[in-house]
Each structure stands twice: as C-alpha cells, then as structure tokens.
C-alpha cells in the first residue's frame, strides 16, 4: 500500500486586514505554502479583481498569481524550491488586498518529499534531490467529474496499485462506453444548457484540488489535461480570451503542488478542437506564467507520427504520445531529444472498439516492450466495474480494477526500479515485419554492468554482446507468471538464448557483491 506523505507543519497561513500574522508558519522545501485573503465578494471577482504575490529569498523573486475561490475568499499557492526565510507582499487591482505581507521559513523536504520531477540525462525523468524515478501511468479521464462515491472508489483503488502517474481531465467528458452521463458538479455556472465561463463552479476546483493533493498523498502524479474534444457541454468552444482566463485560473490553483504536470489536450488534433484551440499560444503561456514550470505536454489522436504534435517546441518538455509503435522509440528519441511517455497505447479490456480490447497479457507485454524501447508506459482498462451500479470503466471514470494486468505492471516497475534507466540505452531488433509486435527484440542496456532484454514470442533468439572482462549474471523471467525461473553465470561475449515461453525477458548484470 502506497505510504501517505504528511505535511510536516500547518501549510495555510492567515492574515487579517491589519496585516497581524496569527500563525507562525514553517514549511517542507517543495511543499505548499497558502496566503488566504477576504476580500470583495460583489461584482464578479473572476473577471475584474487581480490578484499577485512577489515571493522573495536572498536574490531570488518569483510573482506567483493568486485566484478567487468564492465567499469572499482569495488564495495565493506557492511551492518554495529553496530553503531559508521568504519573505511575501501582495499586489492587486484593489486596495483591500494590496500590500499584504508576511514570512515564512523553509527547511528541508523530509519523508516521501523528493521535490518535482525534472528531466534527466535528456531521456529521462527524475525528482528534483535526484531520486530515481519510473513513470508507471494509467488512464481515468473523468474520474473527478463523476459522483463522489466513485471518486472515493478510484481513490481507494490507486493507493494499492502500481500506477505514480495518472492522467485526468479537468472537464466532463461525454462519450460511448458509459460516458453518456451528467458530471456531479458543473465547472462553470449552466442554466438552460447554456454555460457562463465568466462564473467558475467554485465547488467544481474545490474538489479538483483536494483530488490533486489527495494524489499527491499517495505518491502519485497528477497528469491534468487541460482540453479535449469529447465535450457536449461547449468547454472546448469557450474561445481564445476564456481559454486563456480559464489556463491562467488551474495555473493559480494546482501549480504548487508539485506533482502536477500539464497535457493541453486529450487528443489535440481531433477536427473538432484541432483548429478551434490556439494551442502554440496555451504552450507559451503555460511556460511564460507558471512559476513552479511543472512539465508540459500535448497528446495526440491516431497512433502515427503525423498525427503528433511538434515535440521539438521549447515549451513542450516531453513526448506524449498515443501510439504502440514501441519499434519507433529509438527515432522519436534522437529526433526530439527528451523523454517518450507512450501516454496511451491501447487499453486492457472488452469493448467492441479495437483501441480497448487487449487481454493482460498483451497489456503487460506492451509494458516491458515501451518500457525497454527507452520509453515510460501507461495502463488503461475498459471492463465495467463494480464501483456503482451505473456503468463505470476504469478508463472513463474510475472506480476499481478488475483486469489482469496491474499485478504484472507492479513486477514489471519493480524490475525497472532496480535497474540503473537513467544511464541505459535501447536497441531494436526487427524480425521482418515492424509491426509484428510480438516477434520484435527490445534490449535496454548499460553496457558493460547491465542489460534487459524482452520478447514476446517463443522460439526467439535473444542475442547480446556483453562487453568488459568480468562474468555476469543472467537470470530468465518470465513476466506473465512474474517469476525468475533459471539462473545463469555467463561470461562476457556475444551471448544467445532461445525463448521456450510467451513473454520472457532476460536480466544481465555484473554482480558487485
């Protein structure tokens, strides 16, 4: 079971009208510090009121933008990223909340607080003191928009699976395959089927925050899709200016928590939103005005490369790719130079839609296969649920998990966790056809201390060339019974092995005991 991270001290500090600090505040590097304001309630606080701090520590100084949350009551989120005093004053467009001002200390990250992640040796992802981190992702698009018992569900369910990473959208999502239903809250105000994206649901973000910081608990990733096409609601028609207000109003909210990461969008070139939504300009905006720079990403639609977004644009930090093509990892690596998130690679279960039908065991397999071609891959299910009696798939809303392949994805992390990926390079190699996954070879290395090797099929010879002068050891694994089931001392040299089963995969390592 995941281990819940506890703040260390109070994270919200209060001051009155006077300025009269009536709580000491002292709090984790990394961690989340809170300005909470009354200011003026009337008139729409959304649109007119600006609202800034200028967070400052010896030369540095950061303007962290603060939001309005209804009642009243304004907030400023900031994430401090180095230790020592911080000093605050706030700027706004009306005298009530101006020059407000304050200090904090911040010592250092304790426990689970490793920091943000941040991209390391180019391909590859890492938290912030340098801790080794291995995306294992999965997919629950609405989970936050559906009733709360559900949301409790889901909640239950990811504190004993595998998965750090998640990726949900901030909006309802309306779609076949039991997304056809009403989100318990709406994210604006909606009278008479007509939306006023001047007037947030302040319940609505309320609950999506305390999501985030609930995920944040469980050592997981919120990967926040801001846009997506499947909307009968019209919040992907709010036009450039609502956009714009709405990145800037979740940039205020959730970027201080810092496992948050930005995706634009759920498939960003379906017709529908592909020319509707100014996505360079959301790009740069999120790079421009978010001050912790949490990683930005864009997703696409058909699992071809013509269909990706240009991952070479400074403001995208990493590929987000929906394709399993896994055998085209190594080309999108040299090409874009920054890590490969296979975000969505089809999914486990039984829809009629071939996208969602994979039995566990290509599911898994199509773990070691992302995983050894260099890239970070992410889990889906589409099977009905038993989280509620309307229909609820894992994929669409969440709840609980009912398919094969969690258990195996939990080995396959551990294999990955064990292993030194920040300093491994992968190799492909085809037998014939591409795109005849199972035949495909994929060996992810060190070479001359360590070395994975992955394929589906039997009757396969894994050939590697081991270099140095010292001997190995090579164990066999076979990934779907998630077992080690021969033992080898082998000496350096090109090496062959002919698989005998489905889905085995070879561990090779200089022992240094």
């Not at 109070?10 to 600090?21: I, T």
């Not at 959730?254 to 939504?277: F, G, H, M, Q, T």
């Not at 720079?293 to 990493?318: A, K, M, V």
């Not at 992955?454 to 990934?479: F, H, P």
Request: aromatic residues 14%; contains cysteine; hydrophobic residues 35%.
């Amino acid at each position: 079971m995941k281990k819940i991270i506890l703040s260390l001290i109070v994270l919200v500090a209060f001051f009155d009208g006077c300025n009269q600090k009536t709580e000491k505040t002292v709090i984790e590097q990394w961690d989340v510090f809170e300005i909470k304001l009354n200011g003026p309630s009337e008139g729409n606080p959304y649109m007119d009121i600006k609202l800034d701090a200028i967070f400052t520590s010896g030369q540095k100084s950061i303007s962290v933008p603060g939001f309005y949350d209804g009642e009243g009551i304004y907030r400023i989120r900031f994430s401090p990223d180095q230790q020592g005093e911080w000093q605050w004053e706030t700027q706004s467009n009306t005298a009530e909340l101006a020059k407000k001002n304050g200090s904090f200390q911040c010592i250092a990250a304790s426990g689970n607080n490793h920091g943000p992640l941040k991209t390391a040796n180019t391909f590859y992802i890492e938290y912030a003191d340098g801790t080794p981190f291995y995306s294992i992702g999965t997919t629950a698009y609405q989970w936050t928009s559906v009733k709360q018992s559900i949301q409790k569900k889901t909640l239950e369910t990811l504190a004993n699976a595998p998965f750090n990473k998640i990726r949900m959208c901030v909006f309802p999502k309306s779609y076949i395959y039991g997304n056809e239903t009403e989100p318990w809250e709406y994210p604006f105000k909606r009278e008479t089927d007509e939306n006023d994206f001047t007037q947030p649901n302040y319940t609505f973000f309320q609950n999506f925050d305390q999501r985030v910081k609930q995920l944040l608990d469980l050592g997981i990733q919120a990967d926040v899709i801001l846009f997506h096409p499947y909307d009968k609601w019209g919040y992907s028609k709010m036009g450039d200016e609502m956009n714009e207000r709405y990145v800037r109003y979740m940039i205020s909210r959730i970027s201080a928590y810092r496992n948050v990461w930005w995706s634009l969008a759920n498939e960003w070139d379906v017709p529908a939103i592909k020319d509707s939504i100014d996505w360079e300009g959301i790009g740069q905006l999120l790079q421009n005005e978010d001050p912790h720079q949490r990683l930005r990403g864009i997703h696409n639609w058909y699992g071809s490369e013509d269909h990706f977004y240009d991952h070479s644009r400074p403001w995208i930090t990493h590929v987000s790719a929906q394709t399993s093509q896994f055998y085209n990892a190594i080309k999108w690596r040299q090409q874009y130079k920054k890590p490969l998130l296979f975000d969505e690679m089809r999914y486990e279960g039984d829809v009629p839609s071939g996208w969602g039908n994979l039995n566990g065991q290509e599911m898994t397999s199509y773990f070691w296969m992302a995983g050894l071609s260099g890239g970070y891959p992410t889990h889906g299910e589409t099977f009905r649920n038993e989280a509620d009696t309307a229909e609820v798939r894992w994929w669409a809303k969440g709840g609980t998990l009912t398919g094969e392949s969690p258990e195996r994805i939990a080995f396959f992390k551990t294999i990955m966790e064990e292993a030194p990926v920040k300093e491994m390079k992968p190799q492909f190699i085809g037998n014939g056809n591409a795109e005849n996954l199972n035949n495909n070879i994929y060996v992810f290395s060190k070479p001359g201390a360590y070395y994975l090797a992955y394929v589906a099929d039997t009757d396969q010879t894994l050939e590697i060339n081991l270099t140095g002068e010292r001997n190995y050891k090579m164990d066999v694994i076979d990934t779907w019974n998630m077992k080690i089931i021969e033992e080898n001392t082998v000496e350096p040299g090109i090496i062959k092995y002919k698989t005998s089963l489905s889905y085995s995969a070879l561990r090779i390592y200089i022992d240094n005991e």
